[in-house]
C-alpha cells in the first residue's frame, strides 16, 4: 500500500506488522498540512457534531472514522439533509462503490467522508 513519504519519527516504538512480525525502524510522521482529532459526542448528537466542525474549523475535506455502520449511514444522511456533502464507505459495499466514493472525495466532490474499518483494507 503506498503511503506518505514524508520524514520519519526516529523515536517510534517497534510495531507488530500485518503478516505478524516484529518490524524495528521509523514510522512516519502526520504531514504538516493534515490535522487529527478525537472527538466523542452521544449517538444522536454525532452528525451535528461533525457539522460544527467541519464549520468552526473552515475544513475543506473530513475524513472521519466510525465504528459501526448503522450509526456512520445515519450521520451522512443527517448530513445531507443539512446540504453537506457527505458520503459513506463501509465494509457492505462492492469494491467498484468503494472506489467511486474514494474518487469522489479526492476529487472534492464529497466534503466529510464517513468510514468504518473497510477504510483501512
Known amino acids: 500500500a503506498k503511503g506518505w513519504d514524508g520524514p520519519a519519527s526516529a523515536s517510534a516504538p517497534r510495531t507488530t506488522g500485518a503478516a505478524g512480525g516484529v518490524e524495528a525502524g521509523l514510522v512516519p510522521t502526520m504531514p504538516p498540512h493534515l490535522a487529527h482529532y478525537f472527538v466523542v ?6 452528525a451535528d457534531a461533525v457539522r460544527r466542525l467541519v464549520h468552526a474549523l473552515a475544513l475543506e475535506r473530513v ?3 466510525m465504528n459501526r455502520q448503522e450509526p456512520l449511514k445515519d450521520v451522512v444522511f443527517k448530513l445531507r439533509a443539512r446540504q453537506m456533502a457527505a458520503a459513506a464507505l ?3 459495499m462492492p469494491k467498484l462503490a468503494r ?3 474514494l474518487n469522489d472525495f479526492r476529487r472534492g466532490r464529497s466534503r466529510v467522508l464517513m468510514v468504518s474499518d473497510v477504510a483501512s483494507r
Open 41 to 46: 459526542a452521544p449517538a444522536p448528537h454525532k
Open 63 to 65: 475524513l472521519v472514522f
Open 90 to 92: 463501509h465494509g457492505e
Open 99 to 101: 472506489s467511486a466514493v
